[in-house]
T-cell receptor, first 113, second 114 residues
Framework: DAKTTQPPSMDCAEGRAANLPCNHS???????VYWYRQIHSQGPQYIIH?????ETNEMASLIITEDRKSSTLILPHATLRDTAVYYC??????????????WGLGTSLAVNP | DAGITQSPRYKITETGRQVTLMCHQT?????MFWYRQDLGHGLRLIYY???????DKGEVPDGYVVSRSKTENFPLTLESATRSQTSVYFC?????????????FGQGTRLTVV
């Protein structure tokens, strides 16, 4: 699985959009981009994933560049409860490939009032 | 309640003792995973299981034993606990299928070995 690079920390004002970048320049054509977050003292929580196209769900939007070498997770209206560590991971789609996930240190997002 | 649950949430044990961390999921997910999380490290895979009676090592398996006699349970045993095994342990599960196969995580067990 490809490795990812994320900034160690970011700040965002409450109510504003939070844009979290991720570089995955070695991603292969059939690897998906997954985003998880981990709120303090809790287990990681799935947010969203995508392959090529931009994706949106009730939690966030995922923008993947055309060359797929980077992506951005967008939290459109950040709240204090979005303060967490956000992990960007790339992997093949089959469930067994969860065993190959490389979890970096993620981006620690602080949403400020 | 549906979901994935870990027990205990907190545990303090002495060096050399055997301790078992429990993980139970109600979805009949095929895959289950055990991770440990330490400061300065991302989640590291200890063991995983593709189905009942099928287990395999992950990145950091030494000192740990797992079993999977039933699909819904995946206990992790530290045979002789050491201080280096002080960590937060997370269990996860996922369906066995293509496409959207995100992992669902338990709340974690904070283990302290003294």
């Amino acid at each position: 699985d490809a490795k990812t690079t994320q900034p160690p920390s970011m700040d965002c004002a409450e109510g504003r959009a939070a844009n979290l970048p991720c570089n995955h320049s070695t991603i292969s054509g059939n690897e998906y981009v997954y985003w998880y977050r981990q709120i303090h003292s809790q287990g990681p929580q799935y947010i969203i994933h995508g392959l090529k196209n931009n994706e949106t769900n009730e939690m966030a939007s995922l923008i993947i560049t055309e060359d797929r070498k980077s992506s951005t997770l967008i939290l459109p209206h950040a709240t204090l409860r979005d303060t967490a560590v956000y992990y960007c991971i790339v992997r093949l789609s089959d469930a067994g490939n969860n065993r190959k996930l490389i979890w970096g240190l993620g981006t620690s997002l602080a949403v400020n009032p | 309640d549906a979901g994935i649950t870990q027990s205990p949430r907190y545990k303090i044990t002495e060096t050399g003792r055997q301790v078992t961390l429990m993980c139970h999921q109600t979805w009949s997910h095929s895959y289950m995973f055990w991770y440990r999380q330490d400061l300065g490290h991302g989640l590291r895979l200890i063991y995983y299981s593709a189905a009942a009676d099928i287990t395999d090592k992950g990145e950091v398996p030494d000192g740990y034993v797992v079993s999977r006699s039933k699909t819904e349970n995946f206990p992790l045993t530290l045979e002789s606990a050491t201080r280096s095994q002080t960590s937060v342990y997370f269990c996860a599960s996922t369906f066995d299928r293509s496409g959207n196969t995100e992992a669902f995580f338990g709340q974690g067990t904070r283990l302290t070995v003294v």
